[in-house]
Structure formats: C-alpha cells, structure tokens
C-alpha cells in the first residue's frame, strides 16, 4: 500500500537500513520479493548489518540468500558489525548458509573493518 502511495523503497530507517534489510532480518521472503520487484536496491548500504544479505546471513535464511543472491546481491561486500555475509552466517554456524556463500564465490580470506 505504502510503495503504491510514493513511499520510497530505499529509503534509510537508520537501525535496519532500508526496508529490505529489515525485511531481511525477519525473514519476511514475500515482502523481500515484493520490494525488489519494486526496485529495492539488493545491495544498498547502511544499518547495523550494512547489507541486505549479512542481515539474512546473519539470521540464517537460506532461501531468502539464496534470493538475495539470484538477484545480484554482493557476495563479498565489506562492512557492518561482522564483516562480511560469510562472518555473519559463520558467527551462529548456519552451515547451509556458508556452503551456499562459498558456492557463490564468499572469498574466505577476506578481513572485516
């Protein structure tokens, strides 16, 4: 409704970064859909896991990665609280998750901030 009335779907909300990092950090897959349908910018920056992917890495949401991913998600990019996706999936041992960063060439001897 609110994409439909104007609202910007990049827009920054500080805390999660934009919409798409929040929606990434509860695993809401349809609404993760819908956003990049809309024009949700897959590799926007800012919040406190800097990326849409490190915040689903970090929750261990295979599918919506592997989303992520398909859509051209960075799977290197540097920043956030942990890092990299790779360190995020790897700081709770979501084995699925890193498997499938590693697949997508996640270089594993990449240093964080």
Do not use: M
Request: glycine residues 14%.
């Amino acid at each position: 409704v609110l994409l439909d009335r104007g609202a910007e779907v990049n827009a920054d909300g500080v805390l999660y970064g934009t919409v798409l990092q929040a929606a990434c950090t509860s695993g809401h897959k349809a609404v993760i859909e819908l956003l990049l349908d809309r024009g949700a910018d897959v590799n926007a920056r800012g919040g406190h896991f800097e990326t849409a992917l490190q915040a689903a890495c970090y929750h261990g949401c295979r599918d919506i990665v592997e989303l992520l991913l398909e859509r051209g998600a960075g799977v290197n990019a540097q920043g956030g609280q942990y890092g990299s996706a790779l360190r995020a999936a790897s700081y709770w041992g979501y084995k699925t998750v890193v498997e499938l960063l590693v697949a997508n060439g996640a270089k594993q001897d990449e240093t964080g901030p």
